[in-house]
């Protein structure tokens, strides 16, 4: 089975200062791995996948993230913050061999001015 | 272009009643899916399906039943709505098998009394 975890509920973050959305996951063998950000009321919107290649991937909005298969995690990184970024974001994984995507349970960030 | 639009926004039942979510897309994506969003809980996958004809139970599939009789429609079916069933329900649609991102409907909002 498969499976995406979230370690922080939220994370807190003065603009212009870089942020870290961590992920972590789990499946019996190589991943394909995306984050995507849910604005209030709205539904989810696809940042950036990880499928084969570089691990560090860049995606929308400048975010970044950085595959490292030894430990396993998939954090999501943005060199400088914005307010606009507050939102829930969600990290999900996919094994090679299912065609379902498991969503990790999100993280709220919350940039302050 | 629409995207993937759902029916309807909002909606409020009583214990027991039957409905259906209508989830249309305008993409040709072969993959659709239905998820449900609850606090605390992230996005659990219900039913989904790979192409005209095809569907799968997914994470928490009690309680709603699906049919995929066209590319561009997957209707979600409560047959006795519980209040365990109040929560946002989204429409996601892939093209790519596994590699693909997932674009997402703008939700659901159901309440059962």
């Known amino acids: 089975a498969q499976s995406v975890a979230q370690p922080e509920d939220q994370v807190n973050v003065a603009e212009g200062n870089p942020l870290t959305v961590k992920c972590t996951y789990s499946v019996s063998g190589n991943p394909y791995l995306f984050w995507y950000v849910q604005y209030p009321n709205r539904g989810l919107q696809f940042l950036l996948k990880?499928?084969?290649?570089?691990?560090l991937v860049k995606g929308s909005y400048g975010f970044e993230a950085e595959f490292n298969k030894s430990q396993t995690s998939f954090h999501l990184k943005k060199p400088s913050a914005l307010v606009s970024d507050s939102a829930l974001y969600f990290c999900?994984?996919?094994?090679?061999?299912?065609?379902?995507?498991?969503f990790g349970k999100g993280t709220m960030l919350l940039v302050s001015p | 272009n629409a995207g993937v639009t759902q029916t309807p926004k909002f909606q409020v039942l009583k214990t027991g009643q039957s409905m259906t979510l209508q989830c249309a897309q305008d993409?040709?994506?072969?993959?659709m899916s239905w998820y449900r969003q609850d606090p605390g809980m992230g996005l659990r996958l219900i039913h989904y399906?790979?192409?005209?004809?095809?569907?799968d139970q997914g994470e928490v599939p009690n309680g709603y039943n699906v049919s995929r009789s066209t590319t561009e429609d997957f209707p979600l079916r409560l047959l006795s709505a519980a209040p365990s069933q109040t929560s946002v329900y989204f429409c996601a649609t892939g093209g790519t098998p596994n590699t693909g991102e997932l674009f997402f409907g703008e939700g659901s909002r159901l309440t059962v009394l």
């Open positions: 990880y499928i084969t290649g570089d691990n």
């Open positions: 993409m040709n994506h072969e993959y």
């Open positions: 399906s790979v192409g005209a004809g095809i569907t």
């Open positions: 999900a994984v996919r094994d090679r061999g299912y065609s379902t995507l498991t």
